[in-house]
């Protein structure tokens, strides 16, 4: 039962153009969304996140926008570069469960931005 | 300032060996947790540990065990290794506000 679900496995992009990487979710309780970077031979990095009671949150070239009552959130690189080559991560958390909130991750999106 | 810190690396075993992987972060955090990461499957949690002294089972928890050993190190123990262990293992930690921190990963091949 994937109750983050990424459905495609991989993306290819021209350097310039928008990224934009897509999530699921099936778990209403999940209040607090994440997405995480990972090069090769390293761990996930944190991006970006957003709560649900924003529908969208930018930092930089990266955005990420949720609407709950499709339970889908999307990220967007504007534009992207060769070094956002990478695998990307959804991830998603309930709210209110103290320290120990647990992340529940998607499969992952291989991002390749091409030249 | 090194974050969360994994070792090894690498590793090879061999069916029904035993080995603990270790983990220590820096930044004062009080969960941890552990996770491995499978192709098509993402990261799946195996254990987490909210504060010192307590552990709780996450989603593939059959086939390890774990110690919190204090607030710092979070080790994850396979008993008798099976080849279903190979796999990339993530220790993490948590603060209160923002996502985790992980370390750069075990890589775990069991023959």
């Known amino acids: 039962d994937q109750q983050v679900k990424q459905n495609s496995p991989s993306l290819s992009v021209q350097e310039g153009r928008i990224s934009i990487l897509n999530c699921d979710y099936t778990n209403s309780m999940f209040d607090y969304f994440l997405w995480y970077k990972k090069y090769p031979a390293e761990g996930p990095t944190f991006l970006i996140s957003?709560?649900?009671?924003?529908d969208k949150n930018e930092d930089g070239r990266f955005t990420v926008f949720l609407n709950k009552s499709a339970k889908h959130l999307s990220l967007h690189i504007v534009p992207s570069q060769p070094g956002d080559s990478a695998v990307y991560f959804c991830?998603?958390?309930?709210?209110?469960?103290?320290?120990?909130?647990?992340?529940?991750f998607g499969t992952g999106t291989r991002l390749q931005v091409t030249l | 300032n090194a974050g969360v810190t994994q070792t090894p690396k690498f590793q090879v075993l061999k069916t029904g060996q035993s080995m603990t992987l270790q983990c220590a972060q820096d930044m004062n955090h009080n969960s941890m947790y552990w996770y491995r990461q499978d192709p098509g499957m993402g990261l799946r949690l195996i254990y987490y540990?909210?504060?010192?002294?307590?552990?709780d089972k996450g989603e593939v928890p059959n086939g390890y065990n774990v110690s919190r050993l204090n607030k710092r190190e979070f080790s994850l123990r396979l008993e008798s290794a099976a080849p279903s262990q190979t796999s990339v293992y993530f220790c993490?930690?948590?603060?209160?506000?923002?996502?985790?921190?992980f370390g750069s990963g075990t890589r775990l091949t069991v023959v």
């Open positions: 991830a998603a958390s309930p709210l209110g469960t103290g320290t120990a909130s647990k992340l529940t």
């Open positions: 957003i709560s649900s009671i924003k």
């Open positions: 993490a930690s948590r603060d209160r506000k923002y996502g985790y921190t």
């Open positions: 540990s909210a504060s010192e002294g307590t552990t």
